[in-house]
């Protein structure tokens, strides 16, 4: 067994303009850091519509072809863009995390990175923000429950921002336990503690601008972990955003790269416990290159050193 690496050249198709943070560059310095590493490289297919269906309506679907541009760039909202191929990235995007649970599930791999972009997860069920089109991690989880034939999984998102999107789209499924930790306040403005959704299987973890990585570690184990423990899910997703790192320009926590190794060790652990070990994870936030490839390296090779 060993760890799959999924990802695809469209992931570079996906243009924003000059000085954006959510840029080409992100997926280099990621790709670039896992170089050398034993992974099982895997290219993403294109999501099926079925899959992304489970998440979206077709009317948003249609929606964002419609506005695709011939040329240029289009904005759909202050922060996020289309060009020719950003819903060849997009589609592709989903497609990995869809892709990295057949692997996982399938016996084909231990656990799973997928590192493509745009990333997804404050995609809401008809709306782009946040740099996000689609709900990548969201339509994975969908894929494990309706096709696998899962009863319940969890998502872990560490990203730095609430993922406000991934939270619209499964916190009416009780089969899903969603768990976020993130900066407070920050954009998006959502994820107050006091939000547990419908169901109760939302757990929103508000951190403060200076927390570091030992207490975003304490809020792992002592308001996530338990909640993963009596969920007792059969798969971990994790939304993996970099941008908690002290040298991200976009927020205000203050983890070093090797906190994310800790972060993805506990995770882990969790998983080893309850789900075999079975774990998919999927690229969101971390706009300060260098601290993004030193934490993603750092996250997938605990992955890596698990799966084997």
């Excluded at 000085?19 to 099982?40: N, S, Y």
């Excluded at 011939?70 to 497609?95: K, V």
């Excluded at 656990?111 to 995609?123: D, E, L, Q, V």
């Excluded at 926590?253 to 993805?264: K, N, Q």
Aim: one cysteine or more; aromatic letters at 4%.
């Amino acid at each position: 067994m060993t760890t799959a690496l999924i990802t695809h050249p469209d992931g570079f198709n996906h243009s924003t303009p000059p000085g954006h943070p959510e840029q080409v560059a992100r997926l280099d310095a990621v790709l670039g850091a896992l170089e050398g590493m034993d992974l099982l490289r895997l290219k993403a297919p294109m999501a099926a519509e079925a899959d992304l269906l489970r998440v979206h309506p077709k009317s948003y679907l249609d929606g964002l072809r419609e506005d695709l541009p011939e040329h240029g760039r289009r904005q759909l909202d202050a922060d996020t863009w289309l060009s020719p191929g950003s819903l060849g990235a997009a589609w592709r995007a989903a497609g990995a995390a869809i892709r990295a649970v057949d692997a996982v599930l399938g016996g084909e791999a231990a656990n799973a990175f997928c590192a493509m972009r745009p990333p997804g997860h404050h995609a809401e069920t008809e709306t782009a923000m946040g740099f996000c089109l689609l709900g990548n991690v969201a339509a994975a989880a969908k894929h494990a429950l309706d096709h696998h034939g899962l009863s319940r999984v969890a998502i872990i998102d560490f990203d730095v921002h609430h993922g406000n999107g991934t939270q619209d789209l499964v916190e009416d499924d009780p089969r899903i336990l969603f768990c976020s930790t993130h900066e407070m306040p920050l954009y998006p403005g959502t994820g107050d503690p006091s939000d547990t959704g419908p169901h109760g299987t939302v757990v929103n973890v508000a951190l403060r601008a200076g927390c570091d990585g030992a207490g975003m570690l304490a809020a792992l184990e002592e308001k996530v972990s338990p909640r993963v423990v009596a969920h007792r899910p059969e798969l971990i997703l994790v939304s993996a955003g970099f941008d908690a790192h002290r040298d991200d320009p976009l927020a205000g926590l203050m983890l070093e790269a090797e906190d994310f190794a800790r972060v993805t060790a506990r995770i882990c652990d969790l998983a080893a416990d309850l789900c075999s070990g079975r774990v998919v994870s999927a690229l969101e936030g971390g706009y300060d290159l260098e601290a993004l490839g030193a934490s993603a390296a750092a996250h997938v090779r605990i992955l890596e050193e698990r799966g084997r």
